[in-house]
């Protein structure tokens, strides 16, 4: 039996990890988190992708958790899916990704498969990743080394590791084939890039196009809104054409860890290297960036149509988390949102099934969870529904909210319902 090693545990690496033991790999997941690799030991998950049972097979079928690099030096395949965050001037940080290169360096095998699957800029597997991990040995001889995009969709029931088809980009010719030889085994379609650099570069065209489009519509819900326009029927409308058109539609901000990080990624590359502005994704950015301050913007006009004031009203928000039904509250627009609020004087709850304790700003004492969203929609002077998670009554909530402003367009408009 084959042994693989994936390194980072996370909403990536561990769907990935328990997918290979399912196929018959020996797999051991390897986390420099002492607290995750314990739990992940007793059968607990922490990803919302990953129920306990699901768990609970592949440590029966062969899945342990470790923070003991000692387990690459027998390893056939090591997979990386650490994160791959901003540095604080904005600019990639690559510490996890080298850290990672660097203990592989000093226990990888000759014949072994390395591949990194953490998302980042053109360049990084041949440049920063592969020096550190191979060392004196030749790689397409003594190892492979390969990029291959992770494109899990956390939440999304339909699309998984097995039918979502995965790219690989080798250093060499030999090292793409060693990449798709190891993902058929788990994944039903795998499709060869020309090398790593078109690998890594096709992940960042599939984030930055989501990001210019939510960008798109979230710039023309501003002037559809003055022009007494309802966008998201036109949007519908648009999405009857059978060609050439994908619906985005707008909302409060984007968030999680790829879309408002990955196309920086880019920009940053296109900057230090060529000199130049990747104009389309700064100007995304920048749109999206003030997406969850137009919603603050448009409260207060809501309110002030109803003769009060931002300040000393108390705001509820509905679904904190940056996409419905899943935990992840990772560069949500709920933040700057709640401190936009907070900054005019608003008194801000909130309401989340996913997250019982909330703090939109570092250092500040947690806010919970009220218990009843209904409730307290009802004795809130506005609430902003962000996220529409499926446990909503919908209904009920447009019925009992006072007034309620709706960034998702999910409630039925009208009496007390303002829609973005
Ligand atoms: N979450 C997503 O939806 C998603 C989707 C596509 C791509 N990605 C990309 O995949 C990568 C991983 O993302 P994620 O969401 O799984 O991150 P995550 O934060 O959920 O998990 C990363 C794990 O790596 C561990 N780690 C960090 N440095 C390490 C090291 N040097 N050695 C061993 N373990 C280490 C952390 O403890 C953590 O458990 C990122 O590059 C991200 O951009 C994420």
Known sequence: MKK????????????????AAEKGFVVVGL???????????????HIDDVSNEELAEGLAAGYTASSDPTCIADADVVVVCVPTPLSVDGGPDLRPVESAARTIGQHIRHGALVVLEST????????????????????????????????????????????????????TPACTRAAKDFYSVFVDVVVEAKGAKEAEMAKLIENTFRHVNIALV????????ELDIDLWDAIDCAAT????????????GVGGHCIPVDPSYLSHRVKAQ?????????????????A????????????????????????????????????????????PLAQRLASWGAEISYHDPFVPQWSPRAGAASLSSVEDPYRAACEADAAILLQAHRHYDLERLAAEGSLL????????????????
């Open 218 to 225: 979230n710039e023309m819900v501003r002037f559809s809104h």
């Open 31 to 45: 986390d420099t988190n002492e607290r995750i690799v314990r739990e992940l030991g007793v059968g607990r998950s």
């Open 274 to 290: 060529l000199g130049y502005a990747f104009r389309m994704v700064e100007l995304a950015e920048e749109i999206n960036a003030a």
């Open 292 to 335: 969850p301050l137009y919603v603050a913007d448009r409260l207060w006009q809501a309110l002030n149509d109803n003769r009060k004031s931002v300040n000393g009203s108390k705001v509820l928000l509905l679904g904190v988390t940056y996409k419905p039904d899943i935990s992840d509250c990772r560069e949500s627009p709920a933040v």
């Open 4 to 19: 693989l090693v994936v390194i980072g545990q996370g909403y990536v690496g561990l769907p990935m990890a328990l997918r």
């Open 120 to 171: 980042t800029y053109p360049g990084t597997t041949e440049e920063a990743f592969a020096p550190l991990v191979s060392g004196d040995l030749e790689i397409g001889r003594d190892i492979h080394v390969a990029f291959s995009p992770e494109r899990i969709d956390p939440g999304n029931a339909t699309f998984g590791v097995q039918n979502t088809p995965k790219v690989v980009g080798g250093l």
């Open 241 to 252: 054409k059978p060609f050439g058109f994908m619906a985005f539609r707008p909302g409060p």
């Open 405 to 420: 402003l709706d960034t998702r367009a999910a409630l039925p408009w009208g009496g007390g319902v303002n829609r973005l």
